[in-house]
């Protein structure tokens, strides 16, 4: 063989090692906050791991059988929503007025569409209808009565607002009431699928005692979720004021596809630097454009796991 070829040949080969081809991978989290397994009961980390494992099997079972990216983000976030562990869907926190307002929000990559809704009051599955208003509609962003209006038109099961009740919820509402509440436990999940699609969705209750029809970063798209294939695809938790004036997650995106930045550094760069200098406490994960998964937080805890390119399976909750 040539010289010339046998340089070409080692440098495509080289350049592929380093940037090996994206296989499907999942990456969930169950909220950035200040209860850290120190602060759970030995039941209560057992269910939080279990579920957040089997959030994370059965979206990549699904994606192992060839299912798209946005697809294993709903299978995810359901059965995180249906937890009474974290604040999304049935764990949602009350509002000051002791009611539920839940939000969400789903970015596809793959056309960069997006869905949103927020205010959502008997809506069981929020990430559902946020899905539905990427697929069915003009539209990114449905609020309140209008937004209920379109999920039952498209099916959405519902359930009372006693559905959302949770003791645990309750006290920190009594307990919390004239205070800045900082408890978090948003859900989100990011994925990759066969073909290399990304898709990132985040469900949240709010921030407990939030009042006045406060909506959070959850399903602002840009702030706290943001999807673009060749770029990676994120989901954020923590203060969401923070997030919303920082554009978060479109901010990390934005420092890959414009800069130099691998989508660590630039989760690390938004996260630890400049949210944290500006007090934004929070967390976010990501997937990046070869596959390989991306967590950043500043909070003590993060309950998360991952199932990376590699079949890997991860569950963590507190800093390592
Ligand atoms: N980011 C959410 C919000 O501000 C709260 C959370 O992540 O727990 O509504």
Redesign the pocket.
């Known amino acids: 063989m040539q010289r010339p070829t046998l340089l070409l040949l080692l440098l495509v080969f080289t350049i592929s090692c380093n940037n090996p081809k994206p296989t499907a991978s999942v990456i969930v989290h169950g909220?950035?906050?200040y209860v850290s397994t120190d602060d759970m009961t030995e039941q209560q980390e057992k269910e939080i791991r279990e579920t957040i494992e089997k959030s994370l099997q059965k979206s990549n079972e699904h994606l192992a059988n060839g299912g798209t990216s946005v697809e294993a983000i709903q299978i995810a976030i359901n059965i995180l929503e249906d937890s009474s562990h974290f604040?999304a869907g049935k764990g949602s926190v009350f509002t000051s007025a002791g009611t539920h307002e839940l939000?969400a929000s789903i970015m596809n990559g793959k056309n960069v569409q997006a869905g949103a809704v927020a205010g959502l009051t008997n809506i069981k599955n929020p990430i559902d209808a946020a899905i539905a208003v990427m697929e069915h509609s003009p539209h990114v962003f449905l609020i309140g009565k209008g937004a209920e209006e379109f999920a039952l038109a498209h099916g959405m099961e519902t359930v009372p607002q006693s559905y959302f009740y949770n003791e645990d919820r309750y006290i920190e509402h009594i307990e919390d009431l004239d205070e800045n509440n900082k408890k978090?436990?948003?859900v989100g999940a990011v994925a990759i699928d066969k073909n290399g699609n990304i898709a990132a969705g985040t469900s949240?209750g709010?921030?407990t005692n939030k009042r006045y029809g406060r909506v959070?970063?959850?399903p602002v798209i840009g702030a706290?979720t943001y999807a673009e294939n060749g770029v990676g695809g994120l989901s954020?938790?923590?203060?969401?004021?923070y997030?919303i004036r920082n554009v978060a997650t479109y901010d990390i995106a934005a420092q890959v596809k414009y800069g130099t930045s691998t989508l660590d550094e630039a989760g690390y760069h938004t996260l630890m630097k400049k949210l944290k200098s500006q007090g934004g406490d929070?967390g976010v994960i990501g997937i990046d454009k070869y596959g390989k998964v991306v967590i950043h937080f500043n909070t003590v805890a993060m309950p998360r796991g991952y199932i990376n390119r590699e079949g890997e399976t991860v569950v963590m909750i507190d800093q390592e």
């Open positions: 909220g950035a906050g604040n939000d978090f436990g948003t949240t709010g921030m959070g970063d959850v706290g954020a938790t923590g203060h969401g004021e997030f929070g």
